[in-house]
C-alpha cells in the first residue's frame, strides 16, 4: 500500500524525497529507499517501526535535510516496500545492511537511528560486517530486546499469564484497522501515546498506521512477540543513546533501562516525561536534537579534526 493513503498534514505531510531508489535485500527482495538533502552532507539513516513507513520521520527529515543527508527506507512490508520472503530478526538486518550499501560510500558511515522495530533492527544487525562499517553511533527509540508481550502494559492488568495472552492476541489480531475516525484515534492514542499528545500528532500516527496492510501487521507482530535480542545488544559497540517515554504502553521504560545497563557505550539515557510509543512524532524536537547532536560528536566533529590536523 502506498504512503499515499497516509497523508497527515503540516510537518507530518511525507516530504519529497531528492532521490528514491531500490535497494536489494539478501534474497532479492527490493526495498524503497528515499533520500534527502545535500549528497556531500553527513549521513543520517532512519528505521521506523511496526505498522509506520517512511512518514513517521517526516518531522526529523524536514528539521535534518538542510544540513544532513537523510536516508530512509520502508520495512517489508510497510509503505512503498512490498512484502516478501519470511519475517524474522534476521530479514531485518538484511535488509538494513541492504539499505546501507545502496546509499552509502565504502569507508562511509553514518548516524543510525530505530524507532520501536526499527530499533529492534539495529540490534538484530549489531555484529553484521555492514552494519560495523557503516554506523558511527546509534540512536534507540521506543524499543526493547526481549519480552516485549509480558511487560507491554495495552492491557490494564496486574502482570501475568492472562494479560500476556491477551496482549499477545490484541497486537496480532487480524482486524481491519478501518477508517481513521475519532474512535479509531482514541484507541490509538490510549495503545501507543501519552494522554496530552496534540490532536495532529494523534492524526498523523492515525494514518500512518492504519496504512500498514493488515498481514504485514500480522505477520511482524509474530516476530515481535517472540523477540530475543538481548545477546546482540552487547554487539552494538558504537556510542548509543536511548529514549523512552513515561506513558509508553508498548515498551515501556524498563526496557529502555535495560539497554542502557547492557550497551557497550550508552552515552545517554531520556525518559520523557508524558510521552508515549511514538516518541519521533510526540516529541520530534527533542528526537531530532538528539540525532542531531550525535551527528555533531561523531560525524561533523571528527571530520572537522582530521582536516585541520591535515591543514597543519
Do not use: N
Not at 539495529?122 to 526481549?146: D, E, I, N, V
Not at 492514542?189 to 496492510?213: L, N, S
Amino acid at each position: 500500500m502506498s504512503r499515499d493513503s497516509a497523508r497527515p498534514g503540516g510537518v507530518y505531510a511525507p516530504p519529497v524525497a531528492d532521490r528514491e531508489l531500490t535497494a536489494l535485500s539478501a534474497d532479492g527482495a527490493p526495498l524503497h529507499v528515499e533520500v534527502h538533502g545535500p549528497a556531500d552532507a553527513p549521513a543520517v539513516v532512519l528505521a521506523h517501526g511496526w505498522t509506520c513507513s517512511t512518514a513517521f520521520w517526516a518531522a526529523q527529515i524536514r528539521a535534518l535535510a538542510g544540513e544532513c543527508r537523510v536516508i530512509a527506507y520502508d520495512q517489508r512490508g510497510h509503505g512503498r516496500t512490498a512484502a516478501a520472503g519470511v519475517c524474522s530478526t534476521d530479514v531485518l538486518a538484511d535488509d538494513l545492511e541492504a539499505v546501507l550499501a545502496a546509499t552509502l560510500a565504502p569507508g562511509e558511515r553514518a548516524v543510525v537511528a530505530g524507532h520501536s522495530m526499527g530499533g529492534m533492527t539495529l540490534m538484530a544487525a549489531a555484529a553484521r560486517p555492514g552494519f560495523r562499517a557503516h554506523a558511527a553511533a546509534a540512536l534507540l527509540c521506543s524499543t526493547g530486546s526481549s519480552h516485549l508481550v509480558a511487560e507491554a502494559r495495552v492491557v490494564p492488568l496486574r502482570a501475568g499469564a492472562a494479560r500476556t495472552w491477551l496482549t499477545r492476541q490484541i497486537l496480532g489480531s487480524g482486524a481491519p484497522l478501518g477508517p481513521v475516525t475519532p474512535l479509531a484515534k482514541k484507541v490509538l492514542r490510549y495503545a501507543t501515546m501519552g494522554r496530552g499528545a496534540a490532536p495532529e500528532r494523534v492524526e498523523a500516527c492515525a494514518r500512518i498506521v492504519h496504512a500498514c496492510p493488515r498481514g504485514a501487521r500480522q505477520d511482524w507482530s509474530r516476530v515481535l512477540a517472540d523477540l530475543e535480542l538481548d545477546v546482540l545488544v552487547g554487539e552494538l559497540r558504537v556510542p548509543a543513546a536511548v529514549v523512552a517515554g513515561t506513558e509508553d504502553r508498548l515498551t515501556p521504560p524498563v526496557h529502555a533501562r535495560r539497554l542502557a545497563a547492557a550497551l557497550p557505550d550508552c552515552r545517554s539515557l531520556d525518559i520523557l516525561t508524558g510521552v508515549g510509543h511514538m516518541t519521533p512524532i510526540e516529541a520530534p524536537e527533542f528526537i531530532t536534537e538528539k540525532i542531531h547532536e550525535l551527528v555533531r560528536t561523531h560525524l561533523v566533529a571528527p571530520a572537522a579534526v582530521d582536516a585541520e590536523e591535515s591543514a597543519a
